[in-house]
């Protein structure tokens, strides 16, 4: 006779291994639930901490951990700039500002005292009825009307000229400053073979001006000049009569502030 088998019944339960998983995850959460109700905050480090952090990039985008005791202060700091993020560009402080107006000042009195200068040298040399000085925001403007260094339609220097811009090349050695030279004429056009017109004249003069700047003055640097030509785009009086004409065919000797941007 055959013995049957009994079948095994099917647990269809929670494994038991999972019962006590579960026991320990819930054991473990009351124990640091406990550790945390024994604990205490210190809420203002906790605050320092924080707003350390939220001069983060990474958290610009995440809410304040801890409400302000001070909202209407904090909204004020957002809105005024302070305390930004510390990627941003940094905005100029007061003691900023002041340096600048300080270097500012300091390079206008540099300016001042070079204007001094200049006028002392063409009053000791008598050369106030022959140039003119004047400062601009340029730097320091020696104006040379045509008729006392060349003759009409000419780049030649007269005779007459060569003293006193011997003079002028003595000022400008002992100055370290950039020397822009520069051609002007009035509107009156020009066309001979020389000169097809104003700008190849008003070109032909300043560089007549520095070439004998720098043969007759020894030591002056070549590099520290630059040769300009204008033509009559640059007028300094209207072109409607001879007295404004003259004025307007002029070269003028440019001692550049070092901080002009031309």
Excluded: C
């Amino acid at each position: 006779m055959k013995l049957r088998r009994r079948k095994k019944p099917h647990n269809n339960g929670t494994p038991k291994w999972m019962t006590t998983y579960a026991d320990m995850i819930t054991l473990i959460l009351v124990f640091f639930i406990l550790l945390f109700s024994m604990s205490q905050i210190n809420l203002v480090k906790f605050d320092a901490l924080s707003e350390s952090f939220r001069n983060r990039m990474i958290f610009d985008f995440y809410p304040y951990p801890v409400k302000s005791k001070f909202p209407t202060e904090q909204t004020k700091i957002q809105d005024s700039g302070d305390k930004n993020n510390e990627f941003h560009e940094p905005t100029e402080t007061p003691e900023q500002i002041t340096e600048e107006e300080a270097e500012e000042k300091e390079e206008n009195q540099d300016l001042e005292e070079l204007k001094k200068e200049v006028d002392q040298y063409l009053e000791e040399n008598e050369l106030n009825d022959i140039i003119s000085a004047s400062q601009t925001k340029r730097g320091i403007v020696l104006v040379l009307e045509e008729q006392l260094i060349f003759e009409t339609s000419e780049a030649e220097i007269l005779d007459g000229a060569k003293p006193f811009l011997r003079k002028v090349g003595t000022l400008l050695k002992n100055i370290p400053n950039f020397v822009k030279v520069e051609g002007h004429t009035d509107n009156r056009q020009i066309s001979t073979y020389r000169y097809p017109s104003n700008w190849e004249l008003s070109g032909a003069r300043s560089s007549s001006v520095i070439r004998y700047l720098l043969k007759n003055t020894k030591n002056l640097d070549s590099e520290r000049f630059t040769a300009v030509a204008y033509g009559d785009t640059r007028p300094v009086a209207p072109n409607d009569s001879e007295e404004n004409w003259r004025k307007n065919r002029r070269v003028e000797i440019v001692i550049l502030d070092p901080d002009y941007e031309s």
